[in-house]
């Protein structure tokens, strides 16, 4: 799903470059879910826009879903995320003018679905109530939870996540988290999920840590 190699990527200009990412590394399968920590500032909201595309790496080879990025145009990119790449911003980035089951129907379509389960995973995620609201209608959870059946609606093949729980409150995260996990498996979809709840990493297969610009397999021990 992903392989990269020694990415990086710097903001400010050639006068005085601050470098956020220094030969990042990882790669992704699918029906895997792997998470990145890492303290705030460190790049990892930076990571997942070269893996979407909205960004480019400076250095560094980038292959996502089979294809080389250097070889992908602006609206290759665009049919990647509107078809097969799923993201998850941490505000929900849902439609304002379009409830939120139009919102998941509009996601699906884009993918190119006639049909979509929109329904049934609103049920899961217990927001069915909410069919009918726009998004500033919905609180924080609720938007967050919209946004995870946006996403699967459109039957992706991966999901850049950040914060996906971010908006939810313990209990609330404490009943959609197993569906998220099981939604992964059962779709065979490969999940990249940048987060700071422990308890969202340790059900991952595999958790790094962001550092220092470089993604390195997480050491609890190191960490404690």
């Given at each position: 799903m992903i392989r990269a190699r020694n990415l990086s990527r710097s903001y400010g200009g050639a006068n005085a470059p601050v470098r956020v990412l220094r030969g990042a590394s990882l790669e992704l399968y699918a029906g895997e879910a792997v998470a990145v920590?890492?303290?705030?500032?460190?790049?990892?909201?930076?990571?997942?826009?070269?893996?979407?595309?909205?960004?480019?790496?400076?250095?560094?080879?980038?292959?996502?879903?089979?294809?080389?990025?250097?070889?992908?145009?602006?609206?290759?990119?665009?049919?990647?995320?509107?078809?097969?790449?799923?993201?998850?911003?941490?505000?929900?980035?849902?439609?304002?003018?379009?409830?939120?089951?139009?919102?998941?129907?509009?996601?699906?379509?884009?993918?190119g679905l006639a049909e979509h389960d929109g329904a049934a995973l609103m049920e899961r995620l217990d927001i069915a109530a909410t069919a009918g609201r726009y998004p500033d209608q919905l609180s924080g959870g609720q938007r967050q939870r919209a946004a995870l059946a946006c996403a699967f609606a459109m039957q992706p093949k991966l999901i850049l996540a950040d914060e996906p729980t971010g908006s939810l409150d313990y209990a609330t995260t404490q009943r959609v988290t197993p569906l998220f996990f099981d939604a992964i498996r059962e779709r065979d979809v490969g999940a990249l999920i940048v987060t700071h709840n422990p308890e969202l990493a340790e059900r991952c297969d595999r958790i790094l840590e962001l550092r220092e610009g470089a993604l390195r397999p997480w050491d609890s021990a190191l960490s404690s």
């Open positions: 920590i890492g303290p705030s500032g460190s790049g990892k909201s930076t990571l997942l826009n070269l893996l979407n595309g909205l960004m480019a790496p400076d250095e560094g080879e980038l292959e996502i879903l089979g294809r080389a990025s250097s070889q992908l145009t602006d609206n290759d990119w665009a049919q990647l995320r509107r078809r097969h790449i799923a993201t998850l911003f941490q505000d929900g980035n849902l439609i304002p003018t379009l409830m939120v089951a139009r919102n998941i129907a509009f996601r699906a379509g884009l993918a």
